[in-house]
């Protein structure tokens, strides 16, 4: 009969132990502590929250009026869209993924374009600033 205690006692203790080793991570001190709160979430800047909802039209209109603008002041450098008289967005996608910067101190986006896109290559890349609306 002793022998039967001493082994359900064994059993019992090998039960006990297994059960606390499955539960016994959550005893750790850094686990009883509670987590640091997630950082807020910042909402990233996009054309539509800084210019409105009918950015794409601000923009375009915009940057049309720059090349307009360059060409009388600059005659050698044409600009695509107004020498064949078409809309901007012919020759750049202007939407959600378009990539720009922000100058936080004057108020301003800068859309770059890729020599070639929007004249000839050889006038090199067109930056074009917009002032938000």
């Not at 019992?12 to 606390?20: F, G, K, P, Q």
């Not at 016994?24 to 800084?50: K, W």
């Not at 409105?52 to 375009?60: H, Q």
Request: aromatic letters at 6%.
């Amino acid at each position: 009969m002793k022998v039967l205690y001493k082994t359900a006692s064994l059993l019992l203790l090998t039960c006990l132990l297994l059960t606390l080793s499955a539960c016994g991570s959550s005893n750790t001190p850094s686990d009883a502590e509670s987590p640091d709160p997630a950082p807020e979430e910042t909402q990233e800047e996009t054309l539509e929250t800084l210019c409105g909802e009918d950015y794409v039209t601000y923009i375009v209109d915009t940057i049309t009026m720059q090349m307009e603008n360059r060409m009388e002041k600059t005659p050698e450098v044409v600009f695509f869209p107004i020498e064949e008289d078409a809309p901007l967005t012919d020759y750049v996608i202007i939407d959600a993924s378009t990539p720009f910067t922000l100058d936080e101190e004057d108020g301003s986006i800068t859309l770059t374009f890729d020599a070639g896109m929007v004249t000839d290559a050889e006038n090199g890349a067109q930056s074009f600033r917009i002032p938000l609306p």
